[in-house]
C-alpha cells in the first residue's frame, strides 16, 4: 500500500501538525478558538449518538469531502473510541457510495493507513 508523505511526514507528523496550527489559531485568535472548541467537544459529546458513532460519522464526512487533516483526526478518534477495522472499513464504504472512486481512494489508502500506524482495536 502506498504510504502518506506530505513532505515526508507521517500520519502522526501530519497530526501533530495540525494540533500545532490549532494551537498557533487558538493564540492569534483566543475568542473565536475557545468557541470553536467549546462547540466541537459539544457535538462530539455522548448524547443520543455515542462518541463512537460520532467520530464514525465525522470520518465518512472527511473522506467524502477528501479533508486528509480530517481524515487522519478522525481515524484516530475512531480507533480511540473503540471502532474497530471493520466499523472503519464499512465507513469508507458509504462514504465511496456519495464520493465515489475518489472517496474510496483516500479510504483504501490513507484511512488504513492510520489504521496501521496509530493500532486498530478488535472490540
Do not use: W
Amino acid at each position: 500500500m502506498a504510504q502518506y508523505q506530505d513532505n515526508g511526514k507521517s500520519v502522526h507528523d501530519a497530526l501533530k501538525q495540525y494540533k500545532e496550527g490549532l494551537g498557533i489559531f487558538e493564540q492569534k485568535m483566543p475568542m473565536m478558538g475557545r468557541k470553536f472548541n467549546e462547540f466541537t467537544e459539544q457535538c462530539f459529546s455522548a448524547d443520543s449518538l455515542t462518541e463512537k458513532e460520532k467520530q464514525l460519522i465525522a470520518l465518512g464526512i472527511s473522506i467524502s469531502a477528501q479533508d486528509e487533516f480530517c481524515m487522519i483526526y478522525h481515524t484516530k478518534g475512531c480507533l480511540d473510541q473503540g471502532a474497530t477495522e471493520e466499523n472503519i472499513l464499512e465507513v469508507i464504504s458509504v462514504a465511496a457510495a456519495f464520493g465515489g472512486g475518489a472517496a474510496l481512494s483516500q479510504g483504501v489508502t490513507l484511512v488504513q493507513q492510520c489504521i496501521q500506524e496509530f493500532g486498530h482495536t478488535t472490540h
